[in-house]
């Protein structure tokens, strides 16, 4: 089991390295934790509920403007 979870994360840095696209790397990632925590449906639950949250903004950071 561990060289097959292994064998998931080597491909997964092999891959990840290589794309320069946001949305493939967050792809590849949600693919690897879905290979590594399938068994459990409360963990396939959560994994599925990262693309809801994948274009949130998390701060709003108020710009200050040069008045002249």
């Known amino acids: 089991m561990t060289s097959n979870r292994t064998a998931h994360i080597l491909d997964f840095l092999s891959k990840i390295t290589s794309v320069n696209k946001e949305f493939t790397k967050k792809e590849l990632f949600k693919d690897l934790l879905h290979k590594l925590y399938v068994v459990n ?3 396939v639950s ?4 990262f693309s809801l949250g994948s274009e949130t903004s998390l701060f709003i950071i108020p710009l200050k403007f040069n008045q002249q």
């Open 46 to 49: 959560i994994i599925g509920s």
């Open 41 to 43: 449906p409360e963990t």
